[in-house]
């Protein structure tokens, strides 16, 4: 089993979870993040005033996976957040050693 972090951009993320309905996911959890990679944030200007922006507003989208279908659920993402634009996002693939489900106490794959 794998777990699958992925940073996107917040606009993306409709199309993303879209996608990934459409090859067999059945659970994803969202969070909202900032950050900055190669970018290092941009300049704004707001009222005249000129500032920069350190930290970029992004979701962080967290799947588990059985191991046979990681390499569809990585594509999916990829292909679907993809604008060819600094700033796209990174996906970022750890193992998972045990899973729970709390109400049933089913245990590993059968808890996905």
Request: charged share 30%; no cysteine; aromatic share 4%.
């Amino acid at each position: 089993m794998k777990l699958v972090s992925a940073i996107l951009r917040p606009h993306q993320l409709d199309d993303v979870r879209e996608a990934l309905s459409e090859t067999g996911v059945s659970g994803i959890t969202v969070t909202e993040v900032k950050g900055f990679g190669r970018q290092k944030g941009h300049t704004e200007m707001y009222r005249g005033a000129e500032y920069q922006v350190d930290f970029l507003p992004k979701v962080k989208l967290e799947i588990a996976v059985a191991a046979s279908e990681l390499d569809s659920v990585i594509e999916t993402i990829a292909k679907t957040a993809n604008t060819g634009k600094v700033g796209d996002g990174k996906i970022f693939v750890s193992n998972l050693e045990k899973v729970v489900r709390i109400r049933t106490g089913e245990t590993n794959q059968d808890a996905l």
